[in-house]
T-cell receptor, first 113, second 114 residues
Framework: EAAVTQSPRSKVAVTGGKVTLSCHQT?????MYWYRQDTGHGLRLIHY???????EKGDIPDGYKASRPSQENFSLILELASLSQTAVYFC????????????FGPGTRLTVL | GQQVKQSSPSLTVQEGGISILNCDYE??????FAWYKKYPDNSPTLLIS?????DKREDGRLTVFLNKSGKHFSLHITASQPEDTAVYLC?????????????FGKGTLLTVTP
């Protein structure tokens, strides 16, 4: 069965530290996405990618970088973690031409102290 | 501002009734509309999606209605069951160019009471 996995599943980071969240998909999908979920905000798109070695800014990219080294892998990088980045982060993938059907990973709960 | 808006943060329906979840959007370019379901501490899963060339789509107990002139779409769940209790997220996207992404609403918590 196709799957999107995320690591770590939870993390506690210190303010100002670097955090890398990883996503791996076995769906053979071209498109990958990073979202954050906060109470009262729903899902907000941070970065996305159509193809390996290329990323696009989403709706809230400030404070985040993304990396897509291969079709299967998509990372979200917080160079200088801040308290406001405490949230649950979801990765998702979709087929080319059917981006409305996104398959989500289990999420990573990030706490920045 | 919010491009996709769910004005009701919560909705309670009795078992067996019809649940109606609403979503409004601002962007005229949106041509792809979807509803996702999310249980607490789980990830969202797609329920149903429609393109703008139809104004209604049914799938079992689920029906999506699309009103393009009113920039509004809704999800109707018939014969609602307690296991339908979850957060429902609407989403919209604009295809064409390089814009292959969805914008989500904040969600509506549906509670179905026995």
């Amino acid at each position: 069965e196709a799957a999107v996995t995320q690591s770590p599943r939870s993390k506690v980071a210190v303010t100002g530290g670097k955090v890398t969240l990883s996503c791996h998909q076995t769906n053979n999908h071209d498109y990958m996405y990073w979202y954050r979920q906060d109470t009262g905000h729903g899902l907000r798109l941070i970065h996305y990618s159509y193809v390996a070695d290329s990323t696009e800014k989403g709706d809230i990219p400030d404070g985040y970088k993304a990396s897509r080294p291969s079709q299967e892998n998509f990372s979200l990088i917080l160079e200088l973690a801040s308290l406001s980045q405490t949230a649950v982060y979801f990765c998702a993938s979709s087929e080319r031409g059917n981006y409305a059907e996104q398959f989500f990973g289990p999420g990573t709960r990030l706490t920045v102290l | 501002g919010q491009q996709v808006k769910q004005s009701s943060p919560s909705l309670t329906v009795q078992e067996g009734g019809i649940s109606i979840l609403n979503c409004d959007y601002e962007n005229d370019m949106f041509d792809y509309f979807a509803w996702y379901k999310k249980y607490p501490d789980n990830s969202p899963t797609l329920l149903i999606s429609v393109r703008s060339n139809v104004d209604k789509r049914e799938d079992g107990r689920l029906t999506v209605f699309l009103n393009k002139s009113g920039k509004h779409f809704s999800l109707h769940i018939t014969a609602s069951q307690p296991e339908d209790t979850a957060v429902y997220l609407c989403a919209a996207g604009a295809s064409g160019g390089s814009n292959y992404k969805l914008t989500f609403g904040k969600g509506t918590l549906l509670t179905v009471t026995p």
